[in-house]
Each structure stands twice: as structure tokens, then as C-alpha cells.
């Protein structure tokens, strides 16, 4: 469990982050710029780019332990729990460059924000909104799962060096208050997937 991820898995996954970085700096605040035909073919094709990087890299990346790195084993409900943000990350990365697509979709066949009942019921106005929503919900789970790193590298688990090229651990944390939320926090898993156990049992 301590093997480090491979140079190819650090090299997609920093990539990503600028890619994922540099589409959200450069989106399209209104539907009206659209109207420029190189910008609505430049989306279609960064759009359609994002989504085929993102499933080769849920395809590569998925071989990889969730914990990879870490030197001691990991409770199975934390280990769920991770799996479960991870999955949630790529729904939404899948799910924004899909809505982007069909934005930009709709928008050419002249559907627009705030459509009459008359023109199919706003459907624009829900992929909007379903857009919008993938790309809030993204926002909070990188920031939780840049938090779950950090309190990883707090901790020295190993699984922030396997992935990260600087402040490399070099042994668990000794700091007394960091080792008394951790063995806190394991406890708390144990217990949680004991009770779960339990019912299985019943």
C-alpha cells in the first residue's frame, strides 16, 4: 500500500488541474457570446477535449489504490468515504463539459435563457441550472478534497508524498493534538462500519 503513484498518474493528475483551472477562468458568462462563431466552435471543442481527458483519466487512475501511498492500512468506511468524493469529482467533470456541449447545442438550434412555454418550457434554463450546479458542487469537493490532503500530510500517512513533489513526509506525525484526532477519527470509522457489520449480521 506504500507504493507511490506512477510518474504518468502525477503527470495526468497535475495536468488536469490546469485544464480544469483554465476552463473555469475562461467560461462564457453570457449566452449572447455565443454569437461569436469561433468562441461557440472553440467551447464545443474544449468541451469535447475536457470530457475525452477526463474518461481516459478515470480509466487510468482508477487502477490506483484510493489511499496509494499510504504506509498503514486504511478503515474501509474512510476508504469508502474517499471513493465516494472521488467518484462524486468525476460525475461532475463529466457532467459539465456534457451540459456545456448541449448548451451550446440548443443554443445553435435558438433556444435561449428564459424560453416561453411556447418554445418547449425553458429547457435551456435547466441545463443552465444543471451546469451551474456541477460547477458549484465541484468547487466544494475539490476544496474537501484538498482538505482531506492536507490533513493527510498533517497527519505523515504517506499518501501526499505518493502524489505530491514537495513537502515530502518522511515519518507519521508525533504531534500529540494531530495523533489524538487521528486515532479519534479511526475509531470513529471502526465503529461506523462495526455497526454496519452488525446489521448485516441481524
Not at 183 to 198: G, I, L, M, S, W
Request: hydrophobic share 45%; aromatic share 14%; proline share 3%.
Amino acid at each position: 500500500m506504500s507504493k507511490p503513484h506512477t510518474r504518468l498518474a502525477k503527470v495526468i493528475h497535475w495536468s488536469f488541474v490546469v485544464l480544469y483551472a483554465y476552463g473555469i477562468f475562461k467560461q462564457v458568462d453570457d449566452l449572447s457570446q455565443l454569437e461569436d462563431r469561433g468562441l461557440l466552435l472553440f467551447e464545443v471543442a474544449f468541451a469535447t477535449l475536457f470530457l475525452v481527458i477526463v474518461l481516459m483519466r478515470y480509466s487510468y487512475m482508477r487502477r490506483f489504490d484510493t489511499f496509494q501511498g499510504a504506509r498503514e492500512p486504511v478503515p474501509k468506511v474512510h476508504t469508502y468515504f474517499a471513493k465516494a468524493v472521488h467518484f462524486s469529482m468525476y460525475a461532475c467533470f463529466i457532467l459539465l463539459p456534457l451540459t456545456g456541449l448541449a448548451i451550446a447545442g440548443l443554443y445553435t438550434q435558438g433556444y435561449t435563457e428564459n424560453a416561453t412555454p411556447d418554445e418547449v418550457g425553458n429547457i435551456m434554463d435547466v441545463v443552465l441550472d444543471l451546469h451551474g450546479t456541477a460547477a458549484d458542487l465541484s468547487y466544494f469537493l475539490i476544496v474537501l478534497h484538498i482538505s482531506a490532503a492536507l490533513w493527510s500530510r498533517l497527519k505523515g500517512e504517506g499518501v501526499w508524498s505518493s502524489m505530491v513533489p514537495i513537502l515530502q513526509e518522511k515519518e507519521p506525525s508525533k504531534n500529540k493534538i494531530v495523533t489524538k484526532i487521528s486515532t479519534f477519527e479511526d475509531k470513529f470509522y471502526n465503529r461506523v462500519e462495526n455497526f454496519f457489520a452488525t446489521k448485516e449480521k441481524n
